[in-house]
């Protein structure tokens, strides 16, 4: 009998919290991330309450205490970050599929040039078709999921899919636990980068080569926006403040 491996042992004794703090600043690290926005959510009991990502901190930051417990109505029961409004779609997936316990959301840069593409990536090899699953193209884009009734279109679009590409917005991964998730979003990571890895700026030629645009972008006020954010210069400040510290540690700064 093989010996329990070291860290799978010390995975084993985190708290879901722990654990999913890890998960974010995994797929942080490995690219899956559009500065703090995208959403993480875990059920971890058998309730309708999830803990979840606050909006303004970045992936790579993310500590077990930064993430909130969220009801489906929005309520913060616990934490004391800002919770964003527009993660509120992940219940109408939770609520729809009870085989899935994580639902994953962001806007990662290469699987985002397929869904301003409103495009699959392809499957080049057979490490692609690892973890198995079904990917589906939801190509309806009406704007911003804080809405209940996007959310709920999303949701009976998604289906019974494991990942899709959101046209025009970004991608969604669901598992039955983290591990799952984390790895279906790090391979959809993976495969929308190989085609412009084996093909240079193919990748990104196929989406300046479409010329659709975001029906009604100007409409919803996405075009004109004023250029505001401050929870996301905050949490780019926290980073450049670590950056800083971190060289002064080691004695470059
Ligand atoms: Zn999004």
Request: charged fraction near 25%; charge should be positive.
């Amino acid at each position: 009998m093989t010996a329990p491996d070291a860290a799978s042992a010390t995975m084993a004794t985190l708290s879901a919290r722990q654990r999913t703090a890890v998960a974010l600043r995994i797929l942080g690290e490995a690219g899956y991330q559009d500065k703090i926005t995208g959403h993480l959510t875990v059920r971890d009991r058998d309730d309708a309450t999830v803990l979840v990502n606050p909006v303004d901190v970045l992936w790579v930051d993310i500590r077990a205490q930064d993430l909130l417990r969220v009801a489906p109505d929005g309520a913060i029961l616990e934490g004391t970050r800002r919770f964003n409004p527009t993660a509120g779609f992940h219940f109408a997936i939770h609520a729809r599929r009870h085989d899935v316990r994580v639902v994953l959301h962001n806007h990662p840069p290469f699987g985002n040039i397929w869904a301003a593409a409103s495009r699959m990536p392809p499957l080049l090899d057979q490490s692609g078709a690892n973890g198995g699953g079904s990917t589906v193209m939801v190509s309806e884009y009406e704007g911003t999921l804080e809405d209940v009734g996007r959310a709920e279109r999303l949701a009976i679009a998604f289906g019974q899919a494991d990942v899709a590409v959101l046209a025009h917005h970004g991608v969604l991964v669901v598992g039955e636990d983290l591990d799952i998730a984390q790895d279906d979003g790090q391979r959809s990571h993976d495969e929308s980068r190989k085609d412009e890895r084996a093909h240079p700026r193919r990748a990104l030629l196929v989406a300046t080569g479409n010329r659709r645009r975001i029906a009604g972008a100007r409409l919803l006020g996405l075009v004109d926006r004023p250029r505001r954010c401050p929870a996301r210069r905050a949490a780019l400040s926290r980073r450049s403040a670590w950056s800083l510290l971190s060289a002064r540690h080691r004695g470059r700064g």
